[in-house]
């Protein structure tokens, strides 16, 4: 089994981080379609997609039986499920793989519903180190207007409702978010995330990351599949 | 107070929890499950009230890990995250509530079982020891041991050959016997590190079904009363002033244990009880 940092393979992991709101998946669609356009081979890969544990995340998520422990262990199943059949053959096979939500996610979220922090880490530590990491900056306030605009209304565990942080939903997500996003800020450093100014204009946001995921690919010519 | 391995989950409090974890271990077909049958009306007539719970019965995770190992695209870290979530479930939601409420808790295979499986499938042992670091300390941990020889008899005879238990998905290339004859010796051989690892309280499972009952009823009935653990080796301990050559030599003049190597692992403790066995357990019933 080997550790984060020790796999070497041709493709290349790009993946998106951030609190809802941050706007990392418009980002994400749009280096996507560019990168296609390029012509290399891309994937994209999906946080808490996998069909394996679709059932019983559902399960635990419509009965509300989820605890911060079963929460954390059947994301980390699903991700383990599409890491094992999806991502590191991609990568050994000399695929650009995108990832909406990678690790990182897991980090914040389980960390502030009270998993120790170290058990979390060393649980993904079959994760594969990205080639880089975006991490999506926004104000807490921002972020929440984007969120509460757009939609009719948060689920259960997206607001944090299972920690009883607030009977409201909108306060307890706002509660719920903002620690996330301390989380995050702790994260930068350690796992050397690359920050993007969420604020900022899309075309802008978008141009910083074409640029670094081009110099990454510089030397990766040979995973284009089309002229 | 009770104990975990590691890091105890958010929100679990760890005192008041008056009732008795007891684990029964062993690997596949070795007859945990008809000791649990025993055990149970026993302790009931006593009463003493019991939950028993087992590997995949959890409401969360039971059917998914079933429907997902009758598919062919489990793969091994993902299989032991699932066996982790549904744990963790249980334990959640039966067994902290059950030793709150002063039940006995009969666990057939509890983190090892799950430990060794992954070890054995390559896992890293930091990886999986980590990952189960939130279970609690059980009270005891009964191995019921055998060799491979044994175990062949027992599943032929009984529910024949399963392509899990015979880690069919790890050598894939050979014929199911091969291939449960391999897999089981390896596991076997995780069993007897972790035995030592954690302390299991080892019960030779090769007698018959109501020998190895009586065993195991009075390790249980030990930890029920409370008293402390007998040692497994009783020469560990000298008298008081033996000399450490005298104790040296003791020990060595000790007759070798009556077992035949092939089917004990190294190390198997002196056992007190005749060792004949042949396939009379439940696995020809």
């Given at each position: 089994?080997?550790?984060?940092?020790?796999h070497r393979?041709p493709?290349k992991?790009f993946?998106?981080?951030?609190?809802?709101?941050?706007?990392?998946?418009?980002?994400?669609?749009?280096?996507?379609q560019?990168?296609?356009?390029e012509?290399?081979?891309?994937v994209?890969?999906?946080w808490?997609s996998?069909?394996?544990?679709?059932?019983?995340?559902?399960?635990?998520?419509?009965?509300?039986?989820?605890t911060?422990?079963?929460?954390?262990?059947i994301?980390?199943?699903d991700?383990?499920?599409?890491?094992?059949?999806?991502?590191?053959?991609?990568?050994?096979?000399?695929?650009v793989?995108?990832?909406?939500?990678?690790?990182?996610?897991?980090?914040?979220r389980?960390?502030?519903?009270?998993?120790?922090?170290?058990?979390?880490?060393?649980?993904?530590?079959?994760?594969?180190?990205?080639?880089?990491?975006?991490?999506?900056?926004?104000?807490?306030?921002?972020?929440?207007?984007?969120?509460?605009?757009?939609?009719?209304?948060v689920?259960?565990?997206?607001?944090?409702?299972d920690?009883g942080?607030?009977?409201?939903p909108?306060?307890?997500?706002?509660?719920?978010?903002?620690?996330?996003?301390d989380?995050y800020?702790?994260?930068?450093?350690?796992?050397?995330?690359?920050?993007?100014?969420?604020t900022?204009?899309?075309e802008?946001?978008?141009?910083y990351?074409?640029?670094?995921?081009k110099?990454?690919?510089?030397?990766?010519?040979?995973l284009?599949?089309a002229? | 107070?009770?104990?975990?391995?590691?890091?105890?989950?958010?929100?679990?409090?760890?005192?008041e929890?008056?009732?008795k974890?007891?684990?029964?271990?062993?690997?596949d077909?070795?007859?945990?499950?008809?000791?649990?049958?025993?055990?149970?009306?026993?302790?009931?007539?006593?009463?003493r009230?019991?939950?028993?719970?087992?590997i995949?019965?959890?409401?969360?995770a039971?059917k998914?890990?079933?429907?997902?190992k009758?598919?062919?695209?489990l793969?091994?870290?993902?299989?032991?995250?699932?066996?982790?979530?549904?744990?963790?479930d249980?334990?959640?939601h039966?067994?902290v509530?059950?030793?709150?409420?002063g039940f006995?808790v009969?666990?057939d295979?509890?983190?090892?079982?799950?430990?060794?499986?992954?070890?054995?499938?390559?896992?890293?042992?930091?990886?999986?020891?980590?990952?189960?670091?939130?279970?609690?300390?059980?009270?005891?941990?009964?191995?019921?041991?055998?060799?491979?020889?044994?175990?062949?008899p027992?599943v032929?005879?009984?529910r024949?050959?399963?392509?899990w238990?015979s880690g069919?998905?790890?050598?894939?290339?050979?014929?199911?016997?091969?291939?449960?004859r391999?897999y089981?010796?390896?596991?076997?051989?995780e069993?007897?590190?972790?035995?030592?690892?954690y302390?299991f309280?080892?019960?030779d499972?090769?007698?018959?079904?109501?020998?190895v009952f009586?065993?195991?009823?009075t390790?249980v009935?030990?930890?029920?009363?409370?008293?402390?653990r007998e040692?497994l080796?009783?020469?560990a301990?000298?008298?008081?002033?033996?000399?450490?050559?005298?104790?040296?030599?003791?020990?060595?003049?000790?007759p070798?244990?009556?077992r035949?190597?092939?089917?004990?692992?190294?190390?198997?403790?002196p056992?007190?009880?005749?060792?004949?066995?042949?396939?009379?357990?439940?696995?020809?019933?």
């Open positions: 089994m080997k550790r984060y940092g020790e393979f493709g992991l993946v998106v981080e951030g609190i809802d709101g941050s706007g990392k998946s418009t980002q994400l669609m749009l280096l996507h560019w990168l296609q356009a012509g290399y081979g891309v994209f890969s999906e808490n996998s069909p394996l544990v679709r059932e019983t995340t559902k399960r635990g998520k419509k009965k509300q039986t989820l911060p422990s079963t929460f954390s262990l994301h980390a199943t991700f383990a499920d599409r890491m094992e059949h999806n991502i590191l053959p991609l990568l050994k096979a000399g695929a793989v995108l990832c909406d939500r990678y690790i990182y996610t897991a980090f914040g389980d960390v502030v519903r009270g998993m120790d922090p170290q058990w979390v880490r060393e649980l993904y530590s079959f994760a594969v180190k990205p080639t880089a990491a975006f991490y999506f900056r926004v104000p807490l306030d921002v972020a929440m207007k984007r969120i509460l605009e757009g939609r009719s209304g689920k259960f565990y997206e607001a944090g409702l920690l942080l607030s009977e409201d909108e306060e307890s997500f706002g509660i719920f978010q903002g620690r996330i996003l989380e800020e702790k994260m930068v450093p350690e796992y050397d995330l690359t920050t993007v100014d969420a900022r204009p899309i802008e946001q978008q141009t990351m074409r640029q670094i995921v110099a990454k690919l510089a030397q990766a010519k040979r284009r599949v002229p | 107070m009770r104990e975990t391995y590691a890091a105890p989950l958010p929100g679990m409090n760890l005192a929890l008056p009732g974890l007891i684990v029964i271990e062993g690997t077909g070795v007859g945990r499950s008809t000791q649990i049958r025993l055990l149970r009306p026993w302790l009931e007539q006593q009463g009230a019991v939950l028993d719970t087992a995949k019965r959890s409401e969360l039971g998914g890990i079933q429907q997902a009758e598919g062919h695209t793969g091994r870290i993902t299989l032991s995250l699932f066996y982790a979530t549904d744990f963790a249980r334990l959640e039966e067994i509530p059950a030793l709150r409420a006995v009969l666990t295979r509890y983190i090892y079982s799950l430990m060794a499986r992954a070890i054995v499938r390559g896992a890293d042992p930091r990886w999986i020891r980590n990952a189960y670091g939130f279970a609690l300390k059980p009270d005891a941990i009964f191995y019921l041991r055998t060799g491979v020889d044994d175990l062949i027992r032929v005879f009984s024949g050959f399963d392509y238990e069919m998905d790890i050598h894939p290339s050979e014929d199911m016997y091969d291939s449960f391999k089981q010796t390896e596991l076997l051989a069993f007897e590190r972790l035995a030592k690892e302390n309280e080892i019960i499972a090769t007698p018959d079904v109501r020998t009586e065993h195991l009823r390790g009935a030990r930890v029920l009363s409370g008293e402390p040692p080796f009783s020469v301990t000298p008298p008081p002033g033996e000399p450490l050559e005298a104790a040296a030599k003791r020990v060595l003049e000790m070798a244990p009556t035949p190597a092939a089917s004990t692992p190294e190390e198997a403790p056992l007190d009880q005749p060792l004949a066995r042949a396939v009379d357990g439940d696995a020809t019933k």
